[in-house]
Each structure stands twice: as C-alpha cells, then as structure tokens.
C-alpha cells in the first residue's frame, strides 16, 4: 500500500491540474535556468543547473544563488518531486527520456538563432509559469533596448567574431542576429558561412576586417587560443579595437541579449568616429 501511495503522490505531483501553474518548477539547462528566473513568482522555481551559478556563462550568476543546485541526473530531479521539469532539445537526453517516461512533465526548449525565437521562448516561457504578464514586461523592454541602437550608418565597418579554436558565426546564428542588430556586416555572412563554423587565421587576416570581436588569450598558454597569440593575428589587429563581448550575453537567447548589441553598436559608433 504504501509503495502505491508513494506512486500516486509522485503521479500528482508531476500533473497538476489543467490551468493550474505549476508549484515547484526544476531547470536542468542554463538558457531555461535564466528565463525561469527572470519570470518565476516567489518559490516557483525550486532548482537550476550549476552553470546557472557560473559567473562566466550565466548573466543571473548573483541571482541563482538560493536556489537548489542540480547536475542533471535523473535521480536527483526525482527526487525533488517536480511539478514542471525545464530542459533544453540538447540537455542530457538520457535523463529527459527517463524522466519522461517516470511521468514527469519535460518541456523542451529549442536554442534561439534569432530575437524572434527569443520572443517566442519567452511567451512560452510565461505561459508555462502562469506569467504571461511578466513576460510581456520583459519583452516590452528588449525591444525598448534593441530601438535604442541607432541604425545602419553609410559608412558600416565589418566585424569578424573569432572564437576558441577559429570558429566563427555566420548566418542563422544569434551571434550572427546581434551583429546584424548592431548595425554592423558580419565576415561570416559576408564569406558566405551558415551556423557556426572554422575560420582559419589566413582567412581572417586576408578579409581584413574592421573590427575583431574575441577573446584575449588566457593568461596561460591554451591551444584552444593559439591563433590569439599568432602574430598574424595581432599584426592584424593594428590600429583596430579588440572587441570583447562576454559569452554569456549570447550563450542563451534572452532580453539580456539586447546588452551584447549595444556593446557592439557602441564599438561600431567608436570605429565610425575614427
């Protein structure tokens, strides 16, 4: 009897009633971690993933920091008793499939290539949460931060994004949507490049780009940066700004996003002024 009350209790706790927002929501993917935390009423969300907490890849680092912690291991999402289970389509397959077929309700989100996908996960968000309103909020002032950015200049630089290991953004990317947002031509695009993609050292000190958005080499050597330390690339950066866009402003699609267009755009406008 009491291994069918435990089944019943578990059976309840992960269908709530139709209409009803969910009590207490677990996030195992760090894009889903912050638009639940941007948009959860006080002790909806119970636990998000530890990337949440990684001021590197997470804009809500200081914010995640009450909530439980989880890993996104099927055994301890169970036994957290969840209502409404956040993953992204490429978050740990094995536990969503297990968790799914435990009965638990898994609402998978897709990564956003563009700021209408960003629109769309965030209704859908707030429709999950019972928060449309707030998201509404939210949205309002995205699109209040992304009107802010002037427009496209006559004279408009091009702007090569060179990540670890020579890879780049071109187009169908939220990287590649930013740029555009931000009033600049993006190398990718311009190369012809979809999604992401290698970008030797030769190909981007040939294209001759106007500005470079990248990360400065770590401090220790790191192969993963070995072309940041070439000294094609810094002869390439003569006279040019190395523009260092944080990753977490484009890791996840978010109204945050709108942060990295403005940091381009200003870099634009100073590279305008020159």
């Known amino acids: 009897m009491a291994g069918l009350a435990t089944a019943i209790a578990l059976f309840a706790a992960a269908h709530p009633a139709r209409g009803e927002a ?19 009423s006080d002790g909806q969300l119970y636990s998000v993933s530890h990337l949440a907490k990684d001021p590197a890849a997470s804009v809500l680092a200081e914010e995640a920091a009450p909530f439980v912690t989880n890993h996104g291991l099927a055994e301890e999402i169970f036994l957290m008793k969840p209502d409404l289970i956040l993953s992204g389509t490429y978050t740990t397959r094995a536990t969503v499939d297990i968790l799914k077929r435990l ?39 995205m699109d209040a931060a992304l009107a802010s950015v002037p427009s ?3 004279k408009t630089p091009t702007i090569a994004l060179y990540y670890a290991n020579q890879f780049t953004s071109g187009r169908d990317t939220l990287a590649g949507e930013v740029v555009n947002r931000a009033g600049l031509n993006n190398l990718g695009e311009k190369l012809g490049l979809q999604g992401t993609q290698k970008l030797s050292l030769e190909q981007l000190v040939m294209a001759k ?3 470079i958005a990248a990360h400065d080499a770590y401090p220790a050597p790191a192969l993963a940066y070995e072309a940041q330390v070439h000294p094609a690339f810094r002869a ?9 866009v944080p990753d977490k402003y484009w890791i996840c699609g978010a109204p945050f996003t709108a942060q990295a267009v403005k940091l381009l755009s200003d870099a634009a406008q100073r590279e305008s002024h020159k």
């Open 22 to 40: 969910p009590k207490r929501v677990v996030s195992m993917n760090l894009c889903t971690d912050q638009l639940a935390m941007l948009m959860a």
């Open 103 to 141: 009965g638990f309700r898994v609402e998978e989100f897709q990564p956003e290539s563009s700021f209408d996908d960003i629109r769309a996960n965030v209704r859908r968000m707030g429709t999950l949460l019972g928060r449309d309103a707030r998201a509404e909020e939210l949205l309002q002032a």
């Open 152 to 154: 496209r200049s006559a």
């Open 209 to 211: 780009p106007d500005l």
């Open 236 to 244: 390439a950066l003569q006279g040019k700004d190395l523009i260092d």
